[in-house]
């Protein structure tokens, strides 16, 4: 039940983080839409935040473990897994320290946002 939450929470903040992220008028982009995945599911791309993440940040290090760029088709998915200690936004996605976030992509569009999870800060997935 407590995951049941924590995904609700998650996708949520997600909705709420593309909103704030969304497009700047000056195109016509559509909104890509996802569904859930399951936790059994494996997604088509995984990426994890290792534990100590934080503290090479805090450090001043450049960390590269999100693509600027992810171009997928619809039906494929993706999960975050953040081992480390604390909350990150990765583009449109929060994930919190600890927790996994993932979704299955159901129509085509953009979905960007800020990331510190790549050296060019910003992390766009771009579904076709």
Known sequence: MFRRIVAVVLVSTSLLAVAACGDDGGGTTA????????ADE???????????????????????????????AVGESIRITNQDGRDYMIGPFYVTAGQS?????????????VCSMNPEGEFIIRVT
């Open 31 to 38: 909104q890509a839409q996802w569904g859930a995945l399951g």
């Open 42 to 72: 494996k997604a088509t791309y995984e990426y994890v935040v290792p534990y100590g993440t934080s503290v090479r940040i805090d450090q001043g290090q450049v960390v590269d473990l999100m693509p600027q760029l992810l171009e997928v």
């Open 101 to 113: 976030l993932a979704m299955r992509f159901t129509q085509p569009g953009e979905l960007s946002g």
